[in-house]
């Protein structure tokens, strides 16, 4: 039997995001002898490489963030939303297939409609910086699709509430880990333990992540008299703005701006809580790491937390941006040994529904339906 050949079409594929990890680990655990895997990422960054099998080939970026000067990325830029398939000449020379968007938007105006396509669904469609046009674009594309996978029930039904025509052919596939991988990176390198709490939001520094937010919370913290070191791991456009304010309000004794790790896991193993103050969210995958290693968190409600939390049995979902009440859960779980300990391994049980081979099961059902 000839194997598939599939296309997987990623936003970025260098930048060290959630969506890149769950791709590579999805890839790198389907079947070889059934499938023929390229990627093609629109976006090149330095950031981190992603580790694939041998048999995975990774296409030459349609811009590469080193060698693309302004001018041609802007023009690039205007292709992809109006003249698409003068890009897929130049940089898809192979037939596919199954051709996947893997990340909303841009990957999804590259596929071949004529062929069969999914588009997998990540992140939050109404994004600030998703425009009128970009969404509107986003729509037509939905509606040529095959199937559109989305990643939990949360996801599934904010999107549709949008595009309810894409309930026909929709396919929940939750995201996946390799917990026995993260295990292993966590115990890579030993930190020295700290002798009060550590709390750690792990994410880009960008809007979206919503960093500046935690600020609030520290000082909140502060005020009441808890010691705590609040820890920052990430880079982005934000990230000399964080440090600023974190100077300006006088949380330099317990907060501080680390930069981006290749191996993060040691860090969520040395901490004692994730925090997260998202605006939107598709799957914040960094939350089910760190019940993994044993970590509860507190969050915004955004995509997918309440099915992590398992309704605020592992972790806080906070409603509204309300910092108060995120302080007080916060606080609630540092000071409650019996309650944390509850939390902690509950969410070590909870986290067995993400394992790859339920993915690459659901996976494999998918591309079946596709015939």
Not at 22 to 30: F, G, K, M, Y
Not at 51 to 67: R, T
Not at 182 to 199: E, F, G, Q
Not at 231 to 242: A, M, N, P, S, Y
Request: proline content about 4%; some cysteine.
């Amino acid at each position: 039997m000839p194997k598939k050949k599939i296309l997987f079409v990623i936003w970025t594929y260098s930048w060290g995001g959630g969506a890149e990890n769950i791709l590579t680990n999805l890839v790198n655990h389907l079947d070889p002898q059934k499938y023929e895997i390229d990627i093609l990422e629109y976006f090149h960054f330095n950031t981190r490489k992603e580790q694939v099998n041998d048999n995975i080939n990774i296409l030459s970026p349609i811009i590469d963030s080193n060698h693309t000067n302004k001018l041609e990325k802007l023009y690039k830029i205007f292709l992809v939303k109006h003249f698409p398939n003068v890009l897929r000449k130049k940089y898809i020379k192979k037939s596919y297939d199954v051709e996947i968007a893997f990340t909303k938007m841009i990957p999804s105006f590259l596929l071949d409609y004529t062929k069969k396509t999914v588009i997998w669904l990540h992140g939050d469609i109404n994004e600030k910086t998703d425009t009128k046009r970009d969404i509107k674009l986003q729509e037509k594309y939905l509606k040529k699709a095959s199937k559109v996978v989305l990643i939990s029930n949360d996801n599934a039904d904010n999107i549709i509430k949008r595009f309810p025509f894409i309930n026909d052919k929709k396919e929940i596939i939750y995201n996946s880990f390799d917990f026995d991988s993260i295990d292993k990176k966590a115990n890579l390198d030993k930190l020295p333990k700290s002798n009060v709490p550590v709390l750690l939001s792990l994410g880009r520094l960008d809007d979206g992540k919503n960093p500046l937010q935690l600020l609030e919370v520290a000082t909140n913290l502060k005020n009441k008299g808890v010691i705590f070191k609040l820890q920052f791991i990430g880079d982005g456009i934000l990230k000399e703005k964080l440090i600023d304010k974190i100077k300006e309000n006088n949380l330099n004794d317990c907060v501080e701006v680390l930069g981006y790790k290749e191996n993060p896991y040691p860090f969520i193993k040395n901490s004692t809580l994730l925090l997260q103050t998202s605006k939107h969210e598709g799957f914040p995958t960094v939350l089910v790491e760190g019940l993994s290693l044993g970590k509860p968190f507190v969050c915004t409600s955004v995509g997918g937390v309440y099915e992590i939390s398992d309704d605020n049995k592992c972790g806080y979902v906070i409603e509204n941006m309300d910092m108060n009440a995120f302080t007080n859960k916060v606080i609630s779980l540092l000071s409650d040994k019996k309650l944390y300990k509850d939390f902690s391994l509950h969410g070590q049980e909870i986290v067995k529904k993400f394992t790859i081979n339920k993915q690459v099961e659901n996976f494999d059902k998918m591309i079946e339906s596709l015939k």
